[in-house]
């Protein structure tokens, strides 16, 4: 199986701050990386795909790069809607595994 | 818009079994793979199973391989996943998610639907 290892586990920041998270694949995927945002109660949301295709109606201050083993989401200035967990899942084989999350928290 | 409701979690008896449904609208459900994921309280994220555009081609995690069935109404736009042998570690959400493709392949997830937590507990 390939493990998908975000980090940090969790950071502090403040609106308009530039966040960046990475995730990292056991093995290579290749671009077939996907990213969501999750807030409490809710189910995830699609924000990135192959690696950094963003998906229709997410703000472009959401970016992914990455290709291979390591990847990362950018959001280039934080807004208030944004506090949330950020999960990476790779698309590459089965299973499909999913990091253990990122949560970005109010500073 | 795509929906996706999920119904039929409960608290159910370790050993007993429990059949959860996914009713989607606003796509064209025949022509697309679907999917189960979970997320234990307080936990992270876990793909379950996803079955093909026609239900043909399933394939299941580790974790529930054997005990879970994933399967699919076309003519009624409803997908199923059947969890028998429950565990109290099967406690969790269960999402169902449409997959980009027809096919049971790999990809991604969306959109999800709001979730229906399954508890097992005596």
């Known amino acids: 199986d390939i493990q998908m290892t975000q980090s940090p586990s969790s950071v502090s920041a403040s609106v308009g701050d530039r966040v960046t998270i990475t995730c990292r694949a056991s093995q290579g995927i290749s671009s077939w990386l996907a990213w969501y945002q999750q807030k409490p109660g809710k189910a995830p949301k699609l924000l990135i795909y192959v690696a950094s295709s963003l998906q229709s109606g997410v703000p472009s201050r959401f970016s992914g790069s990455g290709s291979g083993t390591d990847f990362t989401l950018t959001i280039s200035s934080l807004q208030p809607e944004d506090f949330a967990t950020y999960y990476c899942?790779?698309?590459?084989?089965?299973?499909?595994?999913f990091g253990g999350g990122t949560k970005v928290e109010i500073k | 818009q795509v929906q996706l409701v999920e119904s039929g979690g409960g608290v159910v008896q370790p050993g007993r079994s429990l059949r959860l449904s996914c009713a989607a609208s606003g796509f064209t459900f025949s022509s697309f793979g679907l999917h189960w994921v979970r997320q234990a309280p307080g936990k992270g994220l876990e793909w379950v199973a996803i079955?093909?555009?026609?239900?043909?081609?399933?394939y299941y995690a580790d974790s529930v391989k054997g005990r879970f069935t994933i399967s699919r109404d076309n003519s009624k736009n409803t997908l199923y996943l059947q969890m028998n042998s429950l565990r109290p570690e099967d406690t969790a959400v269960y999402y169902c998610?449409?997959?980009?493709?027809?096919?049971?392949?790999?990809?991604?997830?969306?959109?999800w639907g709001q979730g229906t937590l399954v508890t097992v507990s005596s």
């Open positions: 899942q790779q698309a590459n084989s089965f299973p499909l595994t």
């Open positions: 079955i093909s555009y026609d239900g043909s081609n399933k």
């Open positions: 998610a449409k997959g980009p493709v027809a096919a049971a392949g790999t990809g991604w997830f969306d959109p």
